[in-house]
């Protein structure tokens, strides 16, 4: 790993395989390179959330301008939105840092992203065909940080086979909730130079017909660290893998947990499956070790909508909060993990028409445990600030018994948590630190 000022430089590139549209092709380009060079400020102010810049002819048809959509809180800042001169000339270069580079406990930052393809010199939007992201040097540093890239919107990605990442699945961006993702995190050590044969430190990320892009580049710390000034780099290019593993060829569109009494009853849909040999449910206490639960045999392949279910007795538990996770394996053998559920075991209170927010006080994740009639109903959670101003509001058709909210991008203060359910109405206090 290269690096400057405390940096480390996280490459993402792109190889983009596309016909050009506006509402019809514009024109087709092949293993085309995407060069960003020379911001220029187009709206807002340097460094400031909503500010937008153009990258002017990143290939011979195409513009993109790119927005800096929101960070997760205010001491995350921008130090150089495109570094000259170090890493790759035609990346995109942030270098991003946190407290003005020391942390002194355990947190997590990040900044948020949207790059927009455009016709060259105009404002109309270009549609891509197929393109490619591979995040490079993914790695960390000092023993207690690890830096990770977050892709939202792909359609699949792949890992070399001796990948030192850790993948997991996210949910909802600052302006689009119900976009999910995948986060790739490295490892504690850091790995000198941006070495393209580094493979185990890289990622690619598939994307069709979109023309645009949100990423998120953060790091994550178990504690104080002095060199929290990270550079990160995008380029767009696609790269060959030595002996390349990708995402199981399976589309989760659903995964809902519920308790019934002593009984946790999971759900899920799959909008399509290729080759899919089963689903392993996988349970925690401390949503950190998670061993199996049960098991349960796919369709294997499938063009439409399939639907599975899986009950697990808790009546001998007694964690308050039980974790679950969703396994799909393919008939190689290779797996993929979903997004955790949680279950909240509050015996006695079942027919209570109250609500539990925890941890409270909360710093990103406010989880919510709903009444026990709630959960599989339509359910609208709203965060309301001291002012009584709508902060966050999430609707779910089919309620988890415990839903999250990610407030990490709220400032600081008093909030009041209120969940609606078919007139029925619970409210409860929160401070966000």
Known sequence: MKTSLHTKQGILTMTLLVFFTASCVLSQAQNT?????????????????????????????????????????????????DIPGQGFAKAFQPQIKYNNGNVS?????WIEFQIQFVVKNTLTPAPVNEFYVTGLDIDGNSGRLKEW??????????LESNSLLSVSSLAGT???????????????????GIDTSATELMTTIQYKNTSSVIIRLGATTTGSVSNANRMYSVWFKN?????????????????????????????????????????????????ANFSEAGLVFAYGNANDKANYNFT????????????????????????????????????GEENSISLQTYPNPVTSELRVTVPANWQNKQTVVELFN???????????NGSNQTETLNVSDLAPGFYIVRVNCEGQTAQQKIIKH
């Open 174 to 192: 600052i302006a689009l909730p119900t976009l999910f993702g995948k986060q790739f995190l490295g490892a504690t050590n850091d790995y000198s």
């Open 312 to 347: 697990d007795d808790i009546t001998a538990f007694q964690q308050p909060v039980v974790y679950y996770r969703l396994r799909s394996v393919d008939a190689d053998g290779k797996s993929q993990l979903s997004e955790t559920r949680i279950i909240r075991i509050s015996k």
């Open 33 to 81: 390179e995407m060069r960003f060079e020379n911001p220029s400020l187009v709206t807002g102010s340097n460094g400031a959330n909503g500010s937008v810049y153009k990258f002017s002819l990143v290939n011979n048809e195409l513009d993109a301008l790119l927005t800096i959509v929101g960070r997760s809180s205010n001491l995350v800042a921008i130090s150089n939105l």
């Open 239 to 287: 790269f060959t893998y030595n002996a390349p593993i990708s995402t199981l060829p399976v589309k989760l569109t659903a995964f809902t947990a519920s308790l019934n009494k002593n009984k946790v009853n999971l759900k899920w849909e799959t909008a399509s499956e290729i080759n899919v040999s089963h689903f392993e449910i996988e349970r925690s206490t401390d949503g």
């Open 105 to 109: 406990s355990a947190t997590t930052w």
């Open 386 to 396: 001291a002012n009584g101003q709508i902060a966050k509001r999430k609707t779910t």
């Open 149 to 158: 890239d977050s892709f939202y919107g792909g359609t699949g990605y792949t």
